[in-house]
């Protein structure tokens, strides 16, 4: 690999590392029941806050864990898909064809 390879290689590296830290810290949405749970999750999976609608949580609290769960996993998918997105625009850039 020459100088100019290397060079190429770690403007890359350090492009994917701020795309990582910008995903990181972007919160996603995840929402149930139309919006009666609202869960924030950063990119890094760290739970922000979760909402619950305090109408919702007398009447079936069984109702309400699963509409955590579904949110939660809906805060995950997004958080998934733009991952996926970001960093599989760095895919074209790994070969070492240059």
Do not use: W, Y
């Amino acid at each position: 690999m020459n100088q100019q390879q290397m060079m190429k290689l770690r403007k890359l590296q350090k492009q994917m590392e701020e795309a990582q830290a910008k995903l990181e810290a972007t919160v996603f949405k995840g929402t149930a029941g139309g919006g009666v749970v609202q869960v924030e999750v950063k990119g890094n999976h760290e739970v922000v806050s979760v909402t619950i609608d305090p109408e919702a949580a007398k009447d079936d609290i069984e109702m309400v864990q699963d509409m955590v769960v579904i949110a939660m996993n809906d805060a995950i998918k997004k958080i998934e898909e733009e991952s996926s997105k970001i960093m599989g625009g760095f895919g074209g850039g790994l070969g070492f064809g240059f």
